[in-house]
């Protein structure tokens, strides 16, 4: 149950963001361009991301919504899975691995990110703006998972199964549009 008394009636973050359009607006159209705009970085992958920082912060909520839009985009259980061990690592191509290990140390120790952190994903093939949309993918799911923790969502199947597989399919946008036509 939320721990606000103002959100006992909500399931999750996306009914917050509805509660509040002046607020949650220019996040929400934010998240929409960080996980679903043009990249070298695959949707799919942007997603990972967003699950794997999600483990490392603890966020169960985000955890499960992640991990379901994973499935729906049909990455394999056992990856999904694994996810926040190292032997996920093991199944992935390299230069997501690098991903990976670049937003752990984002995520756990960001004031010791130096040029040799950026060098590695730039050796494994991703290129500067795709360097900048990891980064952005990191930042923005350390921040949502502290919204999500902050206000005490914990979700459940249904409710995660349901929201993966519009974030999926449709991204973002059909909560944008829902926030315009209030």
């Given at each position: 149950?939320?721990?606000?008394?103002?959100?006992?009636?909500?399931?999750?973050?996306?009914?917050?963001?509805?509660?509040?359009?002046?607020?949650?607006?220019p996040l929400l159209e934010y998240i929409n361009q960080v996980m679903t705009r043009e990249s070298?970085?695959?949707?799919?992958?942007?997603?990972?991301?967003?699950?794997?920082?999600?483990?490392?912060?603890?966020?169960?909520?985000?955890?499960?919504?992640?991990?379901?839009?994973?499935?729906?985009?049909?990455?394999?259980?056992?990856?999904?899975?694994?996810?926040?061990?190292?032997?996920?690592?093991?199944?992935?191509?390299?230069?997501?691995?690098?991903?990976?290990?670049?937003?752990?140390?984002?995520?756990?120790?960001?004031?010791?990110?130096?040029?040799?952190?950026?060098?590695?994903?730039?050796?494994?093939?991703?290129?500067?703006?795709?360097?900048?949309?990891?980064?952005?993918?990191?930042?923005?799911?350390?921040?949502?998972?502290?919204?999500?923790?902050?206000m005490g969502f914990t979700g459940d199947q249904g409710y995660f199964e349901r929201i993966g597989?519009?974030?999926?399919?449709?991204?973002?946008?059909?909560?944008?549009?829902?926030?315009?036509?209030?």
């Amino acid at each position: 149950m939320p721990y606000l008394t103002s959100q006992n009636n909500m399931k999750g973050i996306a009914d917050a963001f509805l509660r509040d359009p002046d607020l949650y607006h220019p996040l929400l159209e934010y998240i929409n361009q960080v996980m679903t705009r043009e990249s070298q970085v695959s949707i799919p992958e942007r997603e990972m991301i967003a699950a794997y920082v999600s483990v490392l912060n603890g966020c169960d909520f985000c955890v499960g919504v992640h991990h379901q839009t994973l499935e729906a985009f049909g990455i394999a259980q056992s990856v999904i899975d694994q996810l926040g061990r190292d032997t996920a690592f093991e199944v992935l191509e390299e230069r997501m691995t690098a991903a990976l290990y670049f937003a752990e140390k984002l995520t756990q120790d960001p004031h010791h990110i130096r040029h040799d952190d950026i060098q590695q994903l730039l050796d494994q093939g991703w290129t500067e703006q795709a360097v900048e949309d990891i980064t952005n993918v990191v930042s923005l799911f350390s921040c949502v998972n502290r919204l999500v923790d902050a206000m005490g969502f914990t979700g459940d199947q249904g409710y995660f199964e349901r929201i993966g597989s519009m974030l999926a399919t449709q991204g973002y946008q059909p909560l944008i549009d829902r926030l315009r036509k209030q």
